[in-house]
């Protein structure tokens, strides 16, 4: 898993840089096959650079031999360089990622795969507190169940991406941390393999968060979560969840009705609010049950004032430091749910509606700015500053500020 650093173009697993993009799902980057035709002869400027590595690497404690069999055969991977250059143009509408990430089959897989591994699951839920299901889940979202885990070897692909030099610094950190790894004896060079970005195993793990959370829940002396058994996967998951503070028996959120002429300036993830403030406010459960009281809780909107609405309480943001996108976060929590026999939502999505381009997203952005509404870039990313501007617009036009970017509110852009 790839926690604290989010790799922000590819990995969205325990994550590796910080910049997974909000509400658009980044491609699982744990299937592919790296072709041999990607593989181009050393080229000078990266033995130079493995070269000065290679010293950096020792005088941080790796040895000498340790390195060399890690890097033997390596070469700069074209494919994972076309991949980390890549960003993709069009992105799916919230309930279209739902419709994949939380499908039949793999609610219908997640109940298999808990009921198999029953015994497991729930002694890993009962040594680190964490729902068996919340961490099956993860599991799903992650490698559904174990069956995209990757082929790429790691060393390979974090050192084409040290050497590319778009992110050089995390790159040599995870490589760092990777030998590190394999200095231990936890895995052999050449069955360290995962995803293009570096993240391994069941549940993507990139290597520095492997070295901080993952466990040898099998007590075979190995931190193993590239076997075909996921345990110690499985609980280096719940292990992470642990740390970051998850609460046993608290919901990711609840599907919520809102009162009549709710503010929508309060759906924001960055209120929040006791559950007696959104109560006050007359918001009661979809259901029409009285909301749960878990601590402070903030409103989300995913898809506006047309689709469900979701109080969310800091399961959810513990969640996010697992992969930090609210559709990721929201996604695992609904999968738990449904494998735990919940039904689906109440509300429906507006499935007429469609997700922009990114190109759409900045041209939404550069007329936002030219009408007075400054959204302090137009980078194609719905952020903080986009959706302050989109409400500062929709309340001066007499729409419902929502703040929620779609196609009819970049047509009614294009008009005015």
Not at 55 to 75: E, H, K, L
Not at 390 to 409: C, E, K
Request: with cysteine; proline share 5%.
């Amino acid at each position: 898993m790839t926690r604290n650093l989010i790799l922000g173009l590819a990995l969205c697993g325990v994550t590796a840089l910080a910049a997974c993009a909000e509400v658009r799902p980044m491609p699982r980057p744990t299937s592919e096959n790296i072709r041999p035709a990607s593989l181009a002869p050393v080229p000078e400027g990266f033995a130079q650079w493995r070269s000065a590595f290679r010293s950096q690497s020792i005088s941080r404690g790796i040895q000498p031999g340790v390195f060399d069999t890690a890097f033997q055969g390596v070469r700069l991977n074209r494919e994972v360089q076309r991949l980390d250059r890549s960003q993709a143009e069009f992105t799916k509408a919230i309930w279209e990622y739902l419709d994949t990430a939380v499908s039949d089959s793999r609610i219908s897989n997640g109940r298999d795969n808990y009921r198999a591994r029953r015994q497991t699951v729930e002694a890993i839920e009962a040594r680190y507190g964490v729902e068996a299901s919340v961490v099956v889940a993860i599991w799903g979202m992650e490698t559904n169940y174990g069956g995209f885990r990757g082929s790429t070897n790691v060393i390979e692909a974090l050192a084409t991406l040290a050497y590319d030099g778009r992110r050089k610094a995390w790159a040599e950190g995870e490589l760092i941390s990777a030998l590190r790894i394999l200095q231990s004896g936890d895995i052999s060079p050449r069955a360290m393999t995962g995803s293009w970005a570096g993240a391994m195993g069941h549940t993507q793990f990139i290597p520095s968060s492997y070295l901080a959370y993952a466990q040898d829940f099998t007590g075979d002396g190995k931190r193993d979560v590239w076997s075909d058994d996921p345990t110690d996967a499985l609980a280096s998951t719940a292990s992470y969840l642990s740390r970051f503070g998850w609460t046993k028996g608290q919901p990711w959120g609840v599907e919520v009705a809102l009162p009549q002429g709710f503010n929508f300036a309060l759906a924001d993830n960055s209120i929040r609010r006791p559950v007696s403030f959104w109560s006050g406010m007359g918001l009661r459960q979809a259901s029409g049950a009285a909301l749960p009281n878990h601590g402070d809780a903030s409103i989300f909107a995913p898809a506006g004032a047309r689709g469900p609405i979701f109080l969310t309480f800091n399961n959810f943001r513990v969640i996010k430091r697992y992969n930090n996108a609210n559709s990721y976060a929201m996604a695992v929590g609904h999968l738990a749910d449904r494998i735990n026999g919940k039904p689906d939502f109440r509300a429906s999505w507006p499935r007429s509606d469609r997700a922009l381009s990114r190109s759409e997203k900045k041209e939404l952005q550069s007329l936002l700015t030219a009408r007075g509404y400054d959204t302090q870039g137009a980078d194609g990313r719905i952020g903080p500053n986009t959706i302050a501007a989109i409400r500062a617009y929709q309340t001066r036009s007499g729409l419902i500020p929502d703040g929620y970017a779609s196609a009819s509110l970049l047509q009614g852009l294009r008009g005015s």
